[in-house]
């Protein structure tokens, strides 16, 4: 299933189709396979960029697990 893990407003509909497709309606593990890369060296990618990156791949999977 694919999803935009930023958009948290989100997170209860989606839930709620994975139940639906669910087995039995539950859920028996998460594979939390989100995330990207700002290529280059630090001091060329911006401050906006890494915390881009950050939200997508540390907040938006904590969201979402929790």
């Known amino acids: 299933m694919e999803f ?5 407003e989100r ?3 989606i839930i709620n ?11 028996y593990g998460l594979v939390n396979n ?3 890369v700002e290529p280059g060296a ?4 911006t401050v906006q960029d890494l915390r ?3 939200e997508t791949n ?5 969201e ?3």
């Open 4 to 8: 935009d893990v930023t958009n948290p």
């Open 11 to 13: 997170f209860g509909s």
């Open 17 to 27: 189709d994975i139940l639906s497709k669910a087995k039995g309606g539950t859920i």
């Open 34 to 36: 989100a995330g990207y």
């Open 42 to 45: 630090i001091e060329d990618i």
């Open 52 to 54: 881009n990156q950050f």
């Open 58 to 62: 540390f907040f938006g999977l904590l």
């Open 64 to 66: 979402f697990t929790k």
